[in-house]
């Protein structure tokens, strides 16, 4: 199975280069002109860095399709160390641009950690995580969590099944520790959310607690995500949330178990964003487009289900995840595995273009602002247009805009796939306990919760 496996992502390789090398691209039946790079390419070689996730799969693709050479754009990409590295190197001007968890830009700006002027102009992807218990754990919670007629788990896993083990951790004298990749990741707050959603208070950041521990009564700490799995064998950690391929590589190990994704926690919840600091931007306007251009196109070939073998045979590749490639293809092909031999189907784990996935909503900034504030990151009460106006500044649809107007001409694009919008999402109940989330309405979100900071809105 395996080798058969290894054989179709041979070929489905072979097809994609030699389809690019041919200088043009097969669409619709139609042949689409490889676009003549613009002239004004004020930066034409670039550095750009990632983290070994599947989710940076946009700039490998860009990269390896040419889609950037067809921008007159000629970039290197750069495995970092850990999502610290990344936010340094980029505001340092050390990197051009970056895969980044899309908190940091926002954290950046509104005074929480390094500070700094970080804008997106776009989004890498939807979903992509998970939320993984070790072996121990996963036996205690398998009790309380209800079966279906088939006798396998019914999902979504609520951490309501969490809770009499964190009872008896207490109980016991020992305390209850879980990994995320960075204080302000979206693994961090959704892993909060999951806890809190069902009562278990995952602690507050305060001005003299950085880690973000007072009142938990679960621990979570910083893990960076390729050492995930081996600090959960080690039992440094009773569980993590990450994306992938770090939670299918524990059940490929048989250490741990995927108990619920962030597709469960909050559907189509944004994940990933790539950024600049906006001296660049405003200094090479014309490439700041060509990069956008490159990745939208990169975005829409990833969401292809026929491209997806591909893609998992250049994400296997060690310069870019690195892992190995059934590893990756658990997730990235439309099926996720829960307890080992539990697959299940689930074609939206991984998106890339569709429900414009790519496009910089204001929404999905304020989100990660509400966040902060929630869970104290943010220490002070904002009024509600702090919000709007903050994330203005960082999240940058009129680049994207510009590029989509571009890839339109070109037949790239249909009209389709450019939203009309206020750069606000409709207001959504999408979540794992069904709280209405109005990013028009920050203040109103923040107060309909039981843990965390509540402000009073403005008068």
């Known amino acids: 199975m395996k080798n058969k496996f290894f054989s179709l992502i041979a070929t489905a390789l072979m097809l994609t280069i030699m389809s690019c090398g041919s200088g043009g691209e097969v669409k619709d039946g139609a042949v689409t002109t490889t676009p003549t790079p613009a002239a004004n390419i004020e930066k034409p070689q670039l550095t750009f860095g990632f983290i070994k996730l599947t989710d940076m799969a946009p700039l490998a693709i860009a990269k390896e399709l040419g889609y950037f050479k067809d921008e007159g754009l000629y970039v290197t990409l750069e495995a970092q160390a850990n999502w610290k590295n990344v936010l340094d190197r980029v505001i340092d001007g050390e990197l051009d641009g970056s895969h980044m968890l899309a908190g940091q830009p926002v954290a950046a700006g509104a005074g929480f950690g390094r500070q700094a002027d970080l804008v997106t102009p776009f989004s890498m992807d939807l979903n992509g995580n998970a939320i993984t218990m070790s072996n121990a754990v996963w036996e205690e919670m398998k009790a309380y969590v209800p079966k279906g007629a088939d006798g396998k788990p019914v999902h979504p896993i609520s951490a309501e099944a969490l809770k009499p083990v964190i009872e008896a951790y207490k109980k016991s004298g020992k305390q209850f520790k879980m990994g995320m990749v960075f204080p302000v990741s979206t693994h961090n707050y959704e892993l909060r959310y999951w806890l809190a959603a069902a009562g278990i208070n995952p ?198 805009e510009a590029a989509a107007k571009e890839l339109l001409a070109q037949g790239y694009l249909s009209e389709s796939d450019i939203p009309v919008t206020d750069g606000y999402k409709p207001a959504t109940t999408d979540f794992i306990d069904g709280t209405k989330y109005d990013g028009k309405d920050p203040i109103g979100y923040l107060n309909s919760f039981k843990i965390g900071n509540k402000d009073q809105a403005a008068q």
Do not use: H
């Open 203 to 400: 602690g507050q950041y305060t001005v003299d607690n950085a880690m973000g521990q007072v009142g938990a009564e679960a621990l979570l700490s910083v893990t960076p995500p390729p050492q995930m799995p081996a600090t959960l064998e080690s039992g440094t950690i009773d569980g993590y949330c990450v994306g992938e391929p770090w939670n299918q590589q524990a059940v490929f190990k048989g250490i741990g178990v995927p108990v619920v994704t962030n597709y469960e926690i909050w559907k189509n919840n944004p994940e990933k964003v790539f950024v600049m600091r906006k001296e660049f931007v405003d200094m090479y306007p014309n490439t700041a487009k060509a990069i956008t251009k490159a990745l939208i196109r990169a975005g829409k070939w990833l969401d292809d289900p026929a491209n997806r073998p591909a893609a998992v045979g250049i994400l296997s590749r060690q310069e870019y995840v690195g892992a190995d490639s059934v590893v990756i293809a658990n997730s990235m092909i439309g099926t996720f595995e829960f307890e080992k031999g539990d697959k299940r189907s689930l074609p939206d784990f991984n998106v890339f273009f569709k429900y414009n996935a790519t496009y910089p909503f204001y929404s999905d900034g304020v989100w990660f602002l509400t966040q902060m504030r929630r869970w104290g990151q943010i220490t002070e009460a904002k009024p509600a247009d702090w919000y709007a106006s903050t994330i203005q500044k960082i999240y940058r649809p009129d680049v994207w």
